[in-house]
T-cell receptor, first 113, second 115 residues
């Protein structure tokens, strides 16, 4: 079946390093991708999104890259901070008109001081 | 501005009991959603309401019912709880039906245990 998945379940980095979280998707019809951050005991929070007609989008300290050739999505966090420690989910929106998202399983990012 | 509010935050049920999870949003959003999150898994869509007066099944609707009471409120009901429904339930809302956006605003979650 088609799915959104992550390569690494846990990523440990040192404070100040750059972090890269990867995601593979298999539905070539998906036209919109989103990254969410979930801190312990809280609901997911929107980080950044990208449409399929783009290959890169930058936010504050975060960059999302989309490679449609290999169906790969990545989230880069610059100068990672302890407050970035959380589970990160990629998600795809396969439908236009409203947000019925399909989520990946998540990657836990652990940032050591 | 509270955003998305869910009640209760915690609940323990016995198999066969029923209960309703409540969700309200104060952002004047058109669309609302119920997701469940199980350990080691991402969120899976149970039901959604694209606009007031409409509801549709998501990926895992069996064992659940929903009611879009008004624009603000969207409830999730378990008629006869089963241990497989032990999970954390998240309600979410989004602003613009008709806009292809993934920006959902989530509540803090409701942790349900079925014994």
């Amino acid at each position: 079946g088609e799915s959104v998945g992550l390569h690494l379940p846990t990523l440990s980095v040192q404070e100040g390093d750059n972090s890269i979280i990867n995601c593979a998707y298999s539905n070539s019809a998906s036209d919109y991708f989103i990254w969410y951050k979930q801190e312990s005991g809280k609901g997911p929070q929107f980080i950044i999104d990208i449409r399929s007609n783009m290959d890169k989008r930058q936010g504050q300290r975060v960059t999302v890259l989309l490679n449609k050739t290999v169906k790969h999505l990545s989230l880069q966090i610059a100068a990672t901070q302890p407050g970035d420690s959380a589970v990160y989910f990629c998600a795809e929106n396969r439908h236009s008109g409203y947000s019925t998202l399909t989520f990946g399983k998540g990657t836990m990012l652990l940032v050591s001081p | 501005n509270a955003g998305v509010t869910q009640t209760p935050k915690f609940q323990v049920l016995k198999t066969g009991q029923s209960m309703t999870l409540q969700c309200a949003q104060d952002m004047n959003h058109n669309s609302m959603y119920w997701y469940r999150q199980d350990p080691g898994m991402g969120l899976r869509l149970i039901y959604y309401s694209a606009s007031e007066g409409t509801t549709d099944k998501g990926e895992v609707p069996n064992g659940y019912n929903v009611s879009r009471l008004n624009k603000r409120e969207f409830s999730l009901r378990l008629e006869s709880a089963a241990p497989s429904q032990t999970s954390v339930y998240f309600c979410a809302s989004s602003g613009l039906a008709g806009a292809n956006t993934g920006e959902l605003f989530f509540g803090e979650g409701s942790r349900l245990t079925v014994l």
